[in-house]
């Protein structure tokens, strides 16, 4: 727990979703009121090839409220309190499952910074909040296919070939 002003929040550790959409929330407390803290700073936001994944590390804030949007499908990530520094810019990938980064601020007052990742499709993530970081790991569909059970192959048809055999008779009786 987070204590500020005389009251008591839960700082998000890690979120993990699926492909199911969410509903953004708004922020609650004191920062939604109209706080006199000094916004967190977005430094930096890269984009690094994983293990399975494709991860996003967006270095400054260390916490955020992540959800899906559909048509086309994007994750979404808003930083409470936070506004973004002039040299970090979009961030095109054109990779299989993510497109882009985008970076922008949302709101003015008070200052709300957001992210979006531009997927190819419905992916899984994990969001993980540490110290002056947030890194969002963008599952591959390859990886989601990987993972998935193996169905058996079908059988071959064998009733297709005696009528094959049986045309080939008919044309050619000596055969």
Do not use: C, Y
Request: proline content about 11%; glycine content about 6%.
């Amino acid at each position: 727990m987070v204590k500020d002003a005389g009251t008591q929040q839960s700082a998000p550790v890690a979120v993990a979703a699926t492909s199911a959409e969410r509903t953004p929330q708004r922020p609650v407390g004191p920062i939604a009121a109209g706080s006199s803290l000094t916004p967190t700073t977005i430094r930096n936001v890269r984009v690094q090839r994983g293990q399975g994944t494709l991860d996003v590390i967006i270095e400054g804030p260390s916490s955020t409220q992540p959800f899906l949007l559909k048509n086309p499908d994007r994750l979404v990530l808003d930083f409470n309190n936070a506004v973004v520094r002039p040299s970090v810019r979009n961030i095109p990938v054109h990779g299989g499952d993510v497109l882009q980064v985008r970076v922008g601020r949302f709101q003015a007052e008070p200052p709300m910074t957001r992210i979006v990742i531009d997927l190819s499709g419905p992916r899984d993530f994990d969001v993980v909040s540490a110290a002056e970081q947030v890194v969002v790991h963008v599952k591959s569909d390859q990886a989601q296919t990987l993972s998935a059970p193996l169905k058996p192959a079908p059988a071959p048809a064998l009733a297709s070939a005696p009528s094959r055999l049986l045309v080939l008779r008919w044309l050619r009786p000596w055969l």
